[in-house]
């Protein structure tokens, strides 16, 4: 596209020269979020207040230019990716926590705010904020929202949306509103429920009000390793139908663990086939009672070696190997696709043996890491691009695995969302008539097609 220097021109006026940019070469960054695919911007803006992202969405509606909204980029379905070209608002200068209530439990921050500072900042008051992306050190929360992102932690305390009490959005329309309400769960028709995991395509979120959680009187955390997947899966059933929740329950297969111990030197035994990594919390008596609880059904399963944590240097330890083991396979090849399928917990084994099967069919390593506790599948398809057809490869392999998924009562995503990656497949979960009624709910938003344009719905019924 040639650049519309006037366009240019406005762009500037509204958020400053400095924060406007043009210039292909310092666009790459911003082509590609955590995913594969790539998309080249016409033009990037960083405004740095919600009247700054309502004149740039005015000026992009005169033009008929597609709007993209971006925070940190570490989304995993496309999500961010500008398929279509467009404008990109990026809202990592609105980064401010504006106020915690520690009598109400709230916190009120910009949408660019980084999700562990949210945390971090609420720890003075001895707050917690709960979702937990594995990426939470780098994304933001506004792009939490708009994946409805979940995390570890989700199993006990739910995913984004069950902490959100009310959102603050720039419209379609260049409107500004607020949906939800500041203090309570809102009556009537929930908007901002609505909003949440709409993947930027009913607007942009400027800023948060969120739930926060008293920190818990006790943490205790294991470190379970076992001699096969099998076993480890039905431990995690066993767990849970004991009526224990933990705080969360993780799994590594032998691959993911072995990359993460050679990263981290968490602990991990050398011999061990699946790792579990279980968490729970609460007051101190209760919490002792489910750790010796938990002992004993673990030890139904013929575990290798069961450790529990000594201290908070230690737990963070067995924390920094789950989190950075997509980090670690990068020891194994240039490349990844990260899949997100979700099935019931009790289909963890049977779906785990088929994507090992069609791993061996296309003769690429999956490492698998999953949300165990609430049956979230993160299969990382590894391979190099480099080589001719692997990402062909990968990408196949990745949609098998989502209709193992379906197949098997599941859903196409536990937290990454749809994007572009997995629009495709929608008609597995949906018929016709539920995308035309979704596609008929984003026009109510966006009747101009817009926003975040190219995402979500396959590409037949666009």
Not at 130 to 147: H, K, R
Not at 204 to 225: D, G, H, Q, S, W
Not at 270 to 279: A, F, P, R, Y
Not at 424 to 439: A, I, N, V
Request: glycine share 10%; charged share 20%.
């Amino acid at each position: 596209m040639v650049i519309n220097q006037s366009f240019t021109q406005k762009l500037i006026d509204i958020v400053g020269q400095e924060f406007v940019i043009v210039d292909k070469q310092d666009m790459i960054v911003y082509e590609s979020d955590g995913t594969h695919d790539r998309g080249m911007p016409d033009y990037v803006a960083l405004p740095s207040s919600v009247d700054e992202v309502s004149k740039l969405v005015m000026l992009a509606n005169k033009s008929n230019t597609p709007i993209i909204a971006r925070g940190s980029g570490t989304g995993l379905s496309g999500g961010s990716v500008p398929i279509k070209g467009g404008l990109i608002i990026s809202l990592n200068r609105m980064n401010k926590i504006l106020d915690i209530d520690p009598e109400k439990g709230i916190a009120k921050v910009e949408a660019g705010v980084i999700n562990l500072e949210i945390s971090r900042k609420a720890s003075e008051f001895g707050f917690f904020y709960a979702p937990d992306p594995s990426s939470q050190q780098a994304c933001t929360i506004g792009g939490n929202v708009a994946e409805n992102s979940g995390g570890p932690h989700c199993l006990a305390y739910g995913v984004t949306t069950n902490h959100i009490l009310a959102i603050e959005v720039v419209l379609p329309s260049g409107d500004i509103v607020w949906f939800g309400d500041f203090n309570k769960e809102n009556n009537g028709i929930d908007f901002r429920g609505l909003f949440i995991g709409s993947e930027g395509t009913f607007g942009i979120c400027t800023k948060v009000v969120v739930k926060l959680i008293k920190k818990p009187e006790m943490v205790k955390t294991f470190l379970i390793a076992f001699n096969s997947i099998l076993d480890a899966a039905n431990a995690t059933t066993g767990v849970i139908s004991s009526g224990i929740i933990p705080a969360s329950i993780e799994m590594m297969d032998k691959t993911a663990s072995q990359a993460a111990e050679e990263s981290t030197n968490a602990g991990i035994p050398k011999n061990s086939d699946t790792v579990l990594l279980i968490e729970i919390e609460g007051f101190e008596d209760e919490v002792t009672e489910q750790e010796l609880l938990i002992k004993d059904i673990i030890n139904e399963f013929d575990p290798i070696e069961i450790k529990l944590a000594a201290n908070e240097k230690q737990r963070e330890l067995f924390w920094k190997a789950r989190k950075g083991v997509l980090g670690a396979l990068g020891r194994l090849a240039p490349n990844y696709y990260l899949v997100d399928g979700t099935v019931p917990r009790t289909k963890l084994a049977p779906v785990l043996s088929e994507v090992n099967r069609l791993s061996n069919k296309y003769g690429l390593i999956v490492a698998n890491v999953l949300h165990a506790g609430d049956g979230n599948l993160h299969p990382c398809i590894i391979f190099d691009q480099q080589i001719p057809g692997n990402t062909e490869k990968a990408l196949s392999l990745g949609g098998e695995i989502l209709k193992i998924c379906v197949e098997n009562g599941g859903v196409l995503s536990g937290e990454h969302g749809i994007g572009y990656e997995k629009k495709e497949y929608m008609p597995l979960l949906f018929s016709d008539h539920d995308l035309e009624y979704m596609k008929n709910m984003k026009n109510i938003f966006d009747s101009k097609k817009l926003f975040n344009p190219g995402k979500i719905f396959p590409s037949s019924s666009e």
